[in-house]
């Protein structure tokens, strides 16, 4: 299994950006997905998340903002990113939910499979 992220980049803020992840070796179709973030010096910590039912979570601070969807016939997930903010700058990871993870998206641990992270960069 391999995911491959993309899309990241150089932006000024208000701008946007869309961010893909293909995945190879798993069908997205019945498969969580998510994507996380890692700012210099700080945690990882959750984005947005497809769930196994097809379900979306959105990190609170960022609904409205962000938006995860799904490509099947691409096997590819995607997150569109607008008006960013500096604070929006990071490591942006994409990650398949593992069949252990049960009902938990919101933790890293919940999945076995990650992309290689595509930096983005908001200018202030």
């Known amino acids: 299994v391999q995911l491959q992220a993309s899309g990241g980049g150089l932006v000024e803020i208000g701008g946007s950006l869309r961010l893909s992840c293909v995945v190879s070796?798993?069908?997205?179709?019945?498969?969580?997905t998510g994507w996380f973030r890692q700012a210099p010096g700080q945690e990882q910590e959750f984005v947005a998340a497809?769930?196994?039912?097809?379900?979306?979570l959105v990190k609170d601070f960022l609904k409205g903002r962000f938006t995860i969807s799904r490509d099947d016939a691409k096997n590819t997930v995607y997150l569109q990113m607008d008006s960013l903010l500096p604070e929006d700058t990071a490591v942006y990871y994409c990650?398949?939910?593992?069949?252990?993870?049960?009902?938990?998206?919101?933790?890293?641990?919940?999945?076995?499979?990650w992309g290689q992270g595509t930096l983005v960069t908001v200018s202030s």
């Open positions: 497809i769930k196994r039912d097809d379900s979306i």
């Open positions: 990650a398949l939910h593992a069949e252990s993870g049960g009902s938990y998206y919101y933790t890293p641990l919940a999945y076995d499979y």
């Open positions: 070796g798993r069908t997205l179709t019945g498969s969580g």
